[in-house]
């Protein structure tokens, strides 16, 4: 049985990486965090609500495997911009408009409540 772990570090080169969550338990005391999972699936999502510059860094997923398995992702947070950005249309030629990505997420058992995010609306946005 193994243990999957979200991790916070920061660009810094050896700096130790701050864990926050094992399987779907929070370790971290910061509520706006919580680990999405589907019980029997795959898939652990980190939610992050009300994100600040202060949450900017690399977030990794690690498994406890001999050597450890890891998936790295860079979260850069932008100011707000007060301005109205209008939305364009994906062009027709694009291959993934036509790309059906809720049933790709439910054949990978992602659970429904993150089914929301398989939307190419919020991949785009």
């Known amino acids: 049985?193994?243990?999957?772990?979200?991790?916070?570090?920061?660009?810094i080169p050896n700096r130790d990486a701050t864990v926050l969550s094992a399987n779907t338990h929070m370790v971290t005391s910061d509520k706006r965090m919580q680990v999405m999972h589907a019980t029997g699936g795959q898939?652990?999502?980190?939610?992050?609500?009300?994100?600040?510059?202060?949450?900017?860094?690399?977030?990794?997923?690690?498994?406890?495997?001999?050597?450890?398995?890891?998936?790295?992702?860079?979260?850069?947070?932008?100011?707000?911009?007060?301005?109205?950005?209008?939305?364009?249309?994906?062009?027709?030629?694009?291959?993934?408009?036509?790309?059906?990505?809720?049933?790709?997420c439910v054949s990978k058992n992602v659970s429904t409540s993150c089914q929301q995010y398989c939307h190419i609306d919020f991949v785009m946005d």
């Open 43 to 104: 898939v652990y999502v980190l939610k992050i609500t009300n994100v600040t510059v202060f949450d900017a860094g690399i977030y990794f997923c690690e498994v406890n495997t001999d050597p450890p398995i890891r998936a790295f992702r860079e979260l850069t947070v932008l100011r707000r911009q007060y301005r109205k950005v209008q939305k364009l249309p994906l062009p027709s030629s694009d291959t993934n408009s036509s790309h059906n990505f809720t049933s790709c």
């Open 1 to 11: 049985d193994f243990t999957l772990m979200w991790k916070k570090t920061s660009k």
